[in-house]
């Protein structure tokens, strides 16, 4: 057993009886936290931060502490079922793991054949740590489409930033940042991606100052030096405009800028077209915020941008990361200790040799879809998903036969949730590997029941940038629940893949640590790896791209037909490009905020997390209710010219007046038919995937910046 520095550890197992505890890696969100697991009579009875790791400090979130409910939740799918009744039915019978894996590598095998591997397409949804055995079955397979939320999702991040600097810069708070500037990011709930709310906190406890970059007055911003409450979906004009001050006042790292960048000219004079006066009227933030915060920004040294999901769901995506990433690079933040790091991994097989899309014959590559329209996106292995769902529904531009979803619930988190649920209904076969029968699994014809992180063997975080790897030890087996990772192992086999595959996936653990000459073994024995830390490597080999330097001109968007310089695109549905039908939907409705129980659509399930919040909840300024003639508590209807849902009224003075900001991914577990209510609250019901909504090179779908209105649900008595 491992040592553990913390004492109490040995005494709580003799004071509570506790029959061991075993250190593990949580991942009730993208993961991350270090945490011991207390273990009493075979099962899993208390989880507890561990303070030896270096993520997390010994802290964990309400999510991470209530881990074991959701594992021994009794709604739990514990064993493989097969749909006996039509789609939605709900009518079920067991099956075992050779029964269904058997069938769905039939039905694979089946339709490669007749259709082409292109006509099955596996999904995930975000991070779950399992997208490199994904990838890794797709790609043999041939099929180039493997649906992720990679579109406007850390994926416009990771594109963005390889094609700018070769790799995704991340604050450096072990070095604590001296200024950070939060820009559509909420992570002391959202925990996401790279980061935790932990470091970032005891960063600014350090001293640094705070810039916040949100439409909402969140704890961030509350705390803020300055908060910039801009219109939502106006983010690059805003970067645009502090770029301009930065420029023009010569605030920038002249250095950095001489030797490091390329396309200064072109990029000085894309930045004069923001001059702050017009950024102002396009942003509604007022100028002089917009020139304290740039000045703020650029002369305290260093500074970092701790960047979220909200710049990405928008029309401008990719270039909202590609503003923020000029300001990190212009400011000379890139590399440098307390800024934003190129951190390397340790030496081990990473996501994308281990996924290894060189497998994926090139002529099938060329088969993406959406690949010739989304160019970034499809340059990556991303694809946009309405072109799976047109590929359903007409047949164009082939047809999809097959979906696999392992860990996704598109019903709920894709835009156009109508849609969604017509192409999962007429899809001739789905299968689903989840913990719960969740309203898109009702679709499935098959079910497998999936591990949670307790119940797992792993190499955490490997897919993060931050340059740690720590082990998820396998601490219970619960029913014939199977990780993602055994069960694509074993599918493997039965459609011909058998040589790439092992006999059980500790085979494919070793062979991801084999560069580093460790075993899962030995590694299951250590606390952490890590790769080399060093700081301004691009002053010895340069950056990672085409032109070897820090791209403010990308060429290779520029190769692809894309402008290659940031520019402000008004959202496709605003007051200022849709006046008309802003006269009828006079809010703009932002989606999505994060909650801290809950992981998207996880979760809903779990006592302790639901009692955090019941219902799903709207948040209106007291104005806009007055107004609207909307009590707290009330439950309203929100809608847009796409459909209408129903959430609770919370109102709140920290959003604009013209904002309003809905919760999304609801359904209703408790609710025991099959729709489990996936249609009362969901909010993506309001949300358009039209192609020429979405950014036109990451395909970006726009779920932040809609128009709607709101009113008091009639008919309805609302118990407050
Ligand atoms: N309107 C609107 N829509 C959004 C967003 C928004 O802000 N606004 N955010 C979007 C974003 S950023 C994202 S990333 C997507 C997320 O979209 P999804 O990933 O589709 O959302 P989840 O609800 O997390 O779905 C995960 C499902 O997988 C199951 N699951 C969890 N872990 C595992 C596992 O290890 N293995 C298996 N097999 N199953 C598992 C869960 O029970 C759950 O049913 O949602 C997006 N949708
Ligand atoms: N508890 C919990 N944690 C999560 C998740 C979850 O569902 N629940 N989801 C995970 C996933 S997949 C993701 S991607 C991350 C996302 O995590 P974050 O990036 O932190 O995302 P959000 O909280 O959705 O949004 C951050 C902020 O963006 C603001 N915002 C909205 N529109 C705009 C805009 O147009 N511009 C700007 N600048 N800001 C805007 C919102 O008001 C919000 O405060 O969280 C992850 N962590
Ligand atoms: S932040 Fe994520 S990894 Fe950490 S305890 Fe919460 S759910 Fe677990
Ligand atoms: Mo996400």
Redesign the pocket.
């Known amino acids: 057993m491992l040592e553990f520095k913390f004492s109490n550890v040995a005494r709580e197992i003799e004071v509570y009886g506790y029959d061991a505890v075993v250190k593990s890696h949580c991942r009730m969100?993208?993961g991350g936290c270090g945490v011991l697991v207390y273990t009493k009579n075979g099962k899993v009875a208390k989880i507890a931060g561990d303070p030896d790791c270096p993520i997390n400090h010994g802290t964990l979130c309400s999510?991470g502490l209530a881990s074991a409910q959701l594992a021994y939740h009794p709604d739990r799918l514990t064993y493989p079922v097969r749909r006996i009744g039509p789609k939605g039915s709900g009518q079920w019978e067991r099956i075992s793991w050779d029964e269904a894996l058997n069938a769905i590598a039939e039905r694979i095998l089946d339709y490669k054949d007749r259709f082409g591997a292109e006509s099955i397409v596996m999904g995930y949804g975000?991070g779950r740590e399992n997208e490199a055995v994904i990838y890794r079955f797709a790609n043999l397979l041939g099929t180039p489409n493997v649906l992720t939320a990679g579109h406007f999702?850390?994926g416009p991040r990771i594109a963005t930033s390889i094609i700018t600097c070769g790799t995704n810069p991340i604050v450096d708070y072990e070095n604590h940042p001296k200024c950070i500037m939060v820009?559509?990011?909420?992570?002391v709930?959202?925990?996401?991606d790279c980061y935790k709310g932990e470091p970032f906190s005891t960063s600014l406890n350090a001293g640094a100052k705070l810039i916040a970059?949100?439409?909402?007055l969140?704890r961030i911003a509350a705390r803020a030096d300055v908060w910039l409450q801009?219109r939502?979906?106006t983010?690059t004009a805003l970067a645009l405009g502090m770029l301009n001050v930065i420029v023009n006042e010569e605030l920038y790292d002249k250095e950095f800028v001489a030797k490091h960048v390329y396309g200064w000219e072109p990029f000085v004079k894309r930045v004069n077209e923001y001059p702050v006066d017009k950024v102002a009227e396009i942003t509604w933030v007022p100028q002089d915020k917009i020139r304290q915060a740039a000045r703020l920004f650029a002369t305290t040294k260093p500074a970092a941008i701790q960047w979220?999901?909200?710049?990405e769901q928008?029309v401008t995506c990719a270039d909202n990361n590609r503003a923020l990433m000029a300001l990190m690079g212009i400011t000379g933040n890139i590399d440098v200790p307390g800024g934003q790091v190129l951190f390397s991994t340790a030496k081990i097989r990473n996501v994308g040799q281990f996924g290894a899309h060189k497998l994926l014959p090139y002529e099938q590559a060329k088969k993406r879809l959406g690949g010739e329209r989304f160019r970034l996106a499809g340059n990556f292995a991303i694809i946009n998903p309405k072109c799976v769902w047109d590929a359903i529904l007409e047949k164009k531009p082939y047809a999809v036969k097959m979906l696999f979803f392992i860990s996704s619930n598109p019903v709920l988190t894709r835009a156009n949730a109508r849609e969604v649920y017509r192409a999962l209904e007429k899809v001739d076969f789905m299968a689903v590997a989840d913990f719960f029968l969740t309203p898109t699994a009702e679709l499935a014809d098959i079910v497998l029941p999936a591990a949670t992180w307790l119940e797992m063997d792993y190499i955490g975080d490997f897919w993060k940038r931050h340059g740690y790897l720590l082990p998820r030890r396998k601490v219970v087996q619960i029913g014939e629940c199977r990780s993602d990772h055994e069960m694509l192992n074993d599918l493997g086999h039965r459609v011909g893949q058998s040589e790439h595959w092992w006999d059980d996936f500790e085979g494919g653990l070793d062979y991801i640590l084999e560069p580093s000459g460790i075993k899962w073994q030995d590694f299951k024995k250590m606390n952490y790896i890590r790769g080399q830390v060093r700081y301004r490597k691009y002053q010895e080999r340069g950056f990672s791209t085409p032109t070897k330097k820090f791209e403010l001109y990308s060429t290779l968007l520029e190769n692809w037909g894309y402008d290659p310089l940031p520019k402000f695109r008004e959202p496709p549905e605003s007051p200022v490009s849709m006046p008309e039908r802003h006269k009828q939907y006079p809010y703009i409705l932002?989606t999505?905020?994060?909650?801290?129980g809950?992981?998207?659509t996880e979760n809903r399930q779990l006592p302790w997390l639901r009692e955090l919040h019941k219902d799903p909840v709207v948040e209106i300024h007291p104005d806009t209710a007055e107004k609207e003639g909307i009590k707290e508590g009330q439950w309203v209807m929100i809608e847009s010219v796409r459909g209408k849902v129903r959430q609770r009224a919370k109102i709140y003075a920290g959003i604009h007046p013209n904002v309003v900001?809905a919760q999304h991914a609801w359904w209703f577990p408790e609710k025991k038919d099959p729709a489990h209510g996936w249609d009362e609250s969901n909010i993506n019901i309001l949300t358009d995937n039209a192609y020429d909504t979405c950014d036109p090179a990451m395909g970006a779908t726009s779920v932040?910046?809609l128009l709607c209105k709101i009113y008091p649900e009639r008919n309805r008595q609302t118990k407050v």
């Open positions: 969100c993208h999510k975000t999702c850390y820009w559509g990011n909420n992570l709930i959202s925990n996401p970059v949100d439409p909402r969140t801009l939502p979906g983010d979220g999901v909200a710049i928008q932002i999505g905020a994060r909650s801290p809950f992981f998207h900001s932040r910046t």
